[in-house]
């Protein structure tokens, strides 16, 4: 997955560094750069002895988001998760001089493993698709029953009012996202489709789970894990910059949201799944085939997700999962429409950007379909 550096650095600078902090990496180096992911630039490090690392750093230039791109907090969890039975990368260095390579950094190890960019794992047998979402989910739920305190992460973030803080920052972001302007169109990327009806419900405290305060990654999903080469085991997670102390039903929804949407056309029609009250196609487009190009069938059932997460976090999730999942796809859709700002300020990491901009709209429509349902089975309890 590391090719051609699209985003070059100081090489020159970068070693100096190196050669005085991480006396385990051995210059001269060589850079290539992942392709896959959309925010923070991220590069395997090849040095003399063959070895390889990973550095990852912030975008260039002035950012659309000042809460965005946070290396130094992904640095700090991965940092601490070392001393629990959360499998993350081990940690070499941050660097949060700008003077180096021009934005901050960090350096760690890189995990010779498999990432899958689609939940389905299309690739490999059904017995070892099942047993990986089984690792995957119990993953998870270990981060779930890490105590703050005990790692040093009581500062980390606040226990209470998650998902109020969560619609906070997602307005603000949405607002200057929107505002955003194309470098050669010269035209905004827009507000999101209902925006302000979608924050008013979610608002809502009769909607909202209770507060449990827990460490949560804010990005988990199944291309933010690595696997091991062979054994259908996790060896490590990846992507922390959203962590925080927050709502573990974040986490689970995000992983889960291959089970809110369903590619009955696959790959050409996105629908929404009998369980709520649509079954109309959305539109055809590259939301599904980027999103949630998905074969339902070859995952294992969402009540054994659930019922794996509850035996290792111990609590069961199920009344809230409604709430979780469509906030979840509200999430999806203002990362959307970030990645659409981020092309637009041509910063964007992943050469998909452009496309996947283009799916605000569809993503929007979307989160408000699971929004009515929520409502539907509210009203039922």
């Keep these: 997955m590391a090719g051609a550096v699209r985003q ?7 070693e100096d560094y190196v050669k005085a902090n991480v006396p385990e990496i051995k210059c001269p180096i060589s850079l290539k750069q992942f392709g896959y992911g959309q925010s923070n630039p991220t ?37 601490a998760l070392a001393t629990t039975d959360v499998p993350v990368p081990k940690t070499y260095c941050l660097c949060m001089d700008d003077t180096v390579i021009g ?38 739920a270990k ?15 606040k226990p209470a009012g998650f998902y109020d803080r969560q619609l906070t920052t997602f307005k603000t972001l949405s607002k200057a996202q929107g505002e955003t302007v194309d470098v050669e169109t010269k035209k905004p ?21 209770e507060d449990r305060g827990t460490l ?52 050409t029609a996105l629908v929404i799944p009998a369980t709520s009250d649509s079954s109309q196609p959305l539109r055809r487009g590259t939301y599904s085939t980027f999103h949630t190009s998905i074969r339902l069938g070859g995952l294992p059932p969402a009540e ?5 997460y509850s035996e290792v976090a111990g609590w069961d999730p199920t009344p809230d999962l409604a709430y979780g999942r469509a906030f979840s796809s509200f999430r999806d859709t203002v990362v959307f429409q970030g990645i659409g700002a981020r092309y637009a300020a041509r910063q964007a990491s992943s050469p998909q950007a452009k496309f996947v901009g283009q799916e605000i709209a569809p993503s929007a429509e979307v989160c408000w379909r699971l929004i009515e349902a929520t409502r539907a089975a509210k009203a039922k309890l």
């Design 43 to 79: 590069y395997q490090i090849i040095d003399s002895s063959g070895k390889k690392y990973v550095m990852r750093k912030k975008p260039p230039g002035k950012l659309v988001s000042k809460t965005a791109h946070k290396v130094d907090r992904e640095y700090r969890i991965m940092t």
């Design 143 to 157: 981060l779930h029953r890490v105590d703050p305190k005990s790692v040093g992460l009581e500062t980390y973030g």
């Design 216 to 267: 949560i990654h804010g990005d988990y999903k199944i291309d933010n894990i690595v696997f091991h080469k062979t054994e259908p085991r996790v060896i490590g997670v990846l992507d922390w910059e959203m962590s925080t102390i927050g709502h573990p039903l974040s986490d689970l929804s995000n992983l889960m949201v291959p089970y809110s949407l369903t590619a009955a056309h696959y790959p």
């Design 304 to 308: 054994t997700v659930v019922k794996w």
């Design 8 to 14: 070059p650095i100081d090489i020159a600078s970068f």
């Design 103 to 140: 934005s901050p950094f960090y350096i760690m190890e890189f995990l010779d493993g498999r990432i899958f960019e689609s939940p389905d794992i299309l690739s490999v047998s059904a017995v070892e698709r099942n047993q990986m979402w089984h690792d995957a989910i119990r993953t998870l």
């Design 189 to 209: 990327v827009g507000a999101v489709p209902r925006f302000n009806e979608i924050v008013e419900f979610f608002g809502q405290k009769k909607y909202q789970p």
